[in-house]
């Protein structure tokens, strides 16, 4: 029995079978480690350790002082019930809505664009002018800036009462959560005016000019040209506000959660749990609650841009 032969036709050619190199590099696999170890030392001591040590602590009766701080003993998910049965966590809660809605998405976004939108045509030292003293108050620090706004809204010589006649009104126990969401408007509006103007100095010029060949208004050219083709930078710019405002611990800064808590947010009810309650356990706990809702927020904007990308 002959072995049967396979014949090529002839003026074809069969080319290898191209493999993707698994060391591109030629660095083999010890000196490539040594070169990656670096990275990973980091990242394991400063990202993954803290999440772990917060998991577990979060499952501990760990406190700042007492029997509990020299042996903390372990309670499961006690923190996490007490947390979420708790009225106070779920009123910073709602407090840490309010804020993000009203200074973040609505306060520094909308403002952020009306601003862009306004300097777009502007040039020169005018249009210098208007980004310094819209920037100045995102890049001074946080110390700073509330110490400003302390000064601005005191109640016994506050530029504010000079400026409205309203010498000794208390703005900042009459009016806290109004306070510290205009006070976030004004540190933060900078960055969605930078974002926003890099937009919109990316729209095609030719679509614009098109849109006013055939009459359409400022406010057509807007919503028809200009939001569609910004899309992108829309959503970008929500998540980083949102996720910066959820987290911001400034505002403690302006009134230290007060009067009454009215001002507690969920970044300063964790600090006020944690350390002046020295309740650590509890606060960790709070903590990695308050990841797994940034993480909601992360996962909604990600399904939120795929959806668009496919329409």
Known sequence: MSASTTTTPAGSAIAPRRRRADDVAGLGTARAGIF???????????????????????MTDYRLTGLQAASPEFVGLDNYVEALTDPSFWNSLWLT??????????????????LAWSVRNIHGWVK??????????????????????????DRRSGT????????????????????IILFNIWVGTAF???????????VPPSQIESAKMVGASGWQQLRDVIIPNIKGHILTNTLLITL????????????????NGKTEILSVYIYETAIPGGQLGLGAAI????????????LAYIRVSRGRKKA
């Open 192 to 202: 969605s005016m930078q974002l926003f103007s890099s937009a919109l100095s990316a």
């Open 287 to 298: 903590s990695l609650i308050m990841l797994l809702i940034n993480l909601v927020i992360a």
């Open 36 to 58: 990656v170890a670096p990275a990973l030392i980091l990242i394991g001591l400063f990202l993954l350790f803290p999440a772990i040590w917060t998991i577990w602590l979060g």
């Open 97 to 114: 809505l309010v804020f993000v809605v009203a200074s973040g998405i609505i306060g520094q976004t909308l403002i952020g664009f009306a």
């Open 160 to 179: 504010l009462n000079g400026l409205l006649g309203t010498d000794g009104y208390a703005w900042l126990i009459e009016h806290p959560m109004e306070a």
């Open 128 to 153: 210098a002018l208007i980004e310094g003293l819209v920037l100045a108050a995102w890049v001074i620090p946080a110390s700073v800036a509330s110490f400003l706004w302390l000064v601005l809204m």
């Open 244 to 259: 910066w405002t959820f987290n911001t611990f400034t505002p403690y800064l302006v009134t230290a959660g007060g009067p």
